[in-house]
């Protein structure tokens, strides 16, 4: 049997990923057994190039991670998934936009007049910005253009798969790899992971009864070391999170924040999250629900942590 | 004029990009270096929930989110005006001694050995981790790799979650630890100093007893005489988590010291339109452009520059260490960029040295690990020194703990000009008109900045051990002439 073509790429993300790759560790000699790295800018000697040079669907598989920031990582998303047979958005940043989706609350000019101008320590008198072209004396320069709006691959290109995570487990990533080399893939469309289920699922906290009067933010109080985050007021994203993680961070006492994206059938996770939340509030007067939720600091920000560019909202209006 | 670009070469907060420029003659006329990437962390924090930073700003980097969140925690500290307990102090400089362990392996090994142990004249395809082990012994493959994994697991145990932790609060950590655990990572500690001790006697062996290479770090090509900057303890000594930021000139003499909330008194950022990327400066000194020098504001924060920055290691078998690098090359300080390899390895070995040390604490695995914040937010700021520079992470809120503002001078910016100057200087001192440019002189330049590792040029982009690198060589009309790649058929 032939062995697997495949191609990594990062896009707009932290480099992660690309960890979360390496993290199989001791598998990553079997999947060499198998399988062809023909496109890894990080890891390899490949240049954008040698990419443009092969035929349209020579790559068995392509492993895109980040999300869509500015005109490259546009162009990358592209020209891969003409080469590839099957397009997998790997973690949060290219399936949902993630941590740097976060940035579709501003725009590319209030962006470049915190990081340029107004920061205390940058000292720019002249206003000076980066350009997509520059002339310098020696001649002229050019870097990509940085977008106003964060975009996730699924919006840019036809995606086949998602690996969800920021960044995936070990034990998710190689679920999707061992698809991939058995060759037995579940239905297009797929979000690879070990559970279809929220997080509570897989978490020992013990749940009893969620009635909330009172949201607490993780400093406040220390929290009991067996119940449910939750039902002690913390916001625990478990309950509208898809599983496969391990619940790690409820049992590390700190609430799920949402790295795995929504549970099976959800579009929007923010969404998911606030209706679940109002259905546990213990109240029924408005005034005190107002009150309630009002504890709660940053609604959007929070609900929408790692999917503001995927959710329904996908970017404030900035006038 | 020709133009020779180098793209993408590896990433600091993105992709990089570095351009030559030749005269007709074929000299160097200038040299660019370029980031084509910004994500803006700067402005989005905005609107977010002071606590909820440690794990947002370790979204920068993956390859060391252990430095954002410690440094996120830290500026919690200080915004809500509460002091962790001694425990969590402890258990937060455990963690992160453990990560120092396995993010300098990881740059020595896969990065920065393959130059040495197999020569920068050796073919690509042999001079990389693989070709290393197979020069040096398998045995030693291992050590690296368990060294790693190892590492790792205290990361996860102390901290949640193997890569971005989420254990970081104001006023502590949310996790104990156990007996059990704490047993375990003290036997992960012991072996791990032995490994440190084996780095520098491979280094010793293979590099300082080779004249050809200790010549090389002597050489006035990596030679560049900018100021030093580190994070020091009350005794001046070297120490990743906490204390002053102190910086020497580039004749060894303290040029100031402070304190993490006096930061903005001390350092200025200079904007370029080529690149989206800013130029940390002295501030005092100013911005005078690419050039070093007692009257340059240029500074470097890397692991030789903690080193000249500091007045010794606080861990015994690191202090005869540093004692032997500064009798070797001459006295402090050392201005020579290829010495941050050795420097780097005595850092490895003080962050093994230190998590032992603070395994066998007594209180390590006291419950005691939190203190709750009473005080309204305003201001804080947090300071570590991040395996690639000094990282400032500063944050204004209101009453609410809701962040208005939020600054970051993140590690391999401080090393933005100093890495600039070194490419142009190794650029010009070896292309030179009538030089053949060959893959060994290409990997020259390149070992220029490679010290310096930028940015997630470490675990993950280095298999074979080698950037990708192509240059391309055009005459004034813009005609290709010549193209050179490596690795690539």
């Not at chain 2, 990997?443 to 900045?449: F, G, L």
Request: hydrophobic share 35%; with cysteine.
């Amino acid at each position: 049997m032939a062995k697997l073509k495949i191609a990594l790429y990062w896009a707009a993300s932290c480099g992660g990923c690309e960890i979360a790759t390496l993290a199989i560790h001791e598998k990553i000699l079997k999947l060499a057994e198998v399988a062809d790295i023909v496109f890894w800018p990080v890891g390899m000697d490949f240049k954008y190039a040698d990419v443009e040079k092969m035929p349209d669907k020579s790559v068995d598989v392509c492993l895109f991670n980040g999300a869509i920031r500015n005109e490259e990582n546009e162009h990358m998303a592209h020209l891969l998934r003409a080469k590839s047979k099957l397009m997998i958005a790997y973690g949060s940043c290219a399936y949902e936009g993630c941590i740097p989706g976060l940035a579709n609350f501003y725009n590319r000019q209030t962006i470049f007049d915190r990081v340029y101008v107004e920061t205390p320590s940058t000292d720019n008198p002249k206003r000076i910005y980066p350009k997509t072209k520059v002339k310098v004396p020696e001649g002229e320069l050019e870097i990509p253009e940085f977008y106003d709006t964060v975009k996730t691959l699924r919006q840019t290109v036809n995606v086949d798969y998602v690996v969800p995570g920021c960044p995936p487990e070990e034990k998710t990533t190689w679920l999707a790899l061992e698809a991939l080399i058995s060759g037995k893939l579940p239905p297009k469309g797929t979000v690879i992971s070990h559970s279809v289920k929220a997080v509570c699922d897989e978490c020992p906290r013990k749940k009893e009864e969620k009635k909330i009067k009172k949201f607490y933010r993780p400093y406040e109080k220390i929290p009991e070391p067996e119940k449910c985050l939750l039902e002690q007021g913390f916001l625990c994203y478990g309950i509208a999170t898809r599983g496969g993680c391990g619940a790690l961070c409820p049992q590390a006492n700190m609430p799920c924040t949402g790295c795995y994206g929504p549970v099976e059938g959800v579009i929007d996770q923010g969404a998911h999250f606030l209706s679940a939340l109002a259905s546990i509030i213990d109240s029924n007067d408005p005034e005190e629900i107002q009150k309630i939720i009002d504890d709660i600091p940053d609604p959007a920000g929070t609900f929408y942590r790692y999917s503001l560019p995927d959710s329904l909202l996908r970017r404030a209006i900035i006038k | 004029m020709k133009k020779i670009t180098i793209d993408p070469i590896t990433r600091l907060e993105g992709h990089g990009k570095i351009t030559i420029f030749l005269n007709d003659d074929g000299s160097v006329a200038n040299v660019y270096f370029q980031v084509p990437e910004l994500r803006g962390f700067e402005k989005f924090c905005e609107g977010r929930p002071a606590e909820d930073m440690p794990q947002i700003t370790q979204r920068i980097c993956g390859v060391c989110p252990e430095a954002h969140h410690m440094a996120a925690t830290k500026a919690l500290d200080d915004l809500f005006h509460v002091e962790p307990t001694s425990t969590a102090r402890k258990l937060r400089e455990l963690l992160y001694s453990a990560f120092y362990v396995t993010d300098h392996t990881t740059h020595f090994y896969i990065l920065a050995s393959p130059d040495f142990v197999m020569g920068p004249d050796a073919p690509p395809a042999e001079r990389n981790i693989l070709g290393v082990i197979a020069k040096v012994g398998l045995e030693l493959g291992g050590a690296v790799i368990n060294t790693r994994k190892q590492n790792h697991w205290i990361i996860q145990t102390v901290g949640g979650r193997p890569i971005n932790p989420c254990f970081g609060l104001p006023g502590g950590v949310s996790r104990a630890i156990t007996e059990e655990e704490r047993k375990q990572i003290e036997e992960i500690a012991k072996q791990s100093v032995e490994f440190g001790k084996l780095s520098l006697k491979l280094f010793d062996d293979v590099v300082l007893k080779n004249k050809a290479y200790l010549d090389m770090i002597l050489s006035e090509t990596f030679t560049q005489r900018s100021y030093n900057m580190g994070l020091v303890d009350e005794k001046n000594r070297v120490n990743f988590y906490d204390g002053k930021v102190r910086v020497v000139g580039p004749d060894g003499k303290e040029f100031c010291k402070y304190a993490p909330r006096e930061y903005l008194d001390h350092i200025a950022e200079h904007v370029e339109p080529w690149t989206y990327l800013k130029f940390p400066y002295l501030k005092k000194i100013g911005w005078k452009g690419f050039i070093d020098g007692k009257d340059s504001g240029v500074y470097r924060a890397t692991p030789l520059s903690r080193l000249n920055a500091a007045d010794g290691m606080a861990t015994p078998l690191a202090q005869a260490e540093y004692e032997k690098m500064y009798s070797t090359l001459g006295g402090k300080p050392v201005n020579y960029t290829l010495a941050t390899h050795w420097a780097r390895l005595i850092e490895l070995l003080y962050a093994a040295e230190r998590l032992l040390e603070l395994s066998r604490d007594p209180e390590i695995t006291s419950p005691n690990i939190r203190n709750i914040p009473t005080a309204k937010p305003d201001e804080g700021v947090g300071i570590v020194e991040a395996p690639r520079g000094t990282l400032t992470h500063h944050y204004i809120t209101d009453e609410r703990g809701v962040i208005k503002k939020c600054n970051l001078i993140v590690g391999t910016t401080n090393n933005y000009a100093p890495l600039f100057m070194s490419i142009k200087k190794a650029a010009e001192d070896f292309i030179k008109p009538g030089v053949k440019i060959t893959e060994g002189l290409l990997n020259r330049i390149e070992m220029a900045w490679r010290p310096y590792d930028p940015c997630a040029s470490c675990a993950t982009h280095a298999l074979p051990g080698q950037l990708p690198l192509e240059v391309t060589i055009y005459d004034a009309q813009g005609n290709e002439l010549k193209r050179l790649s490596r690795g690539i058929s």
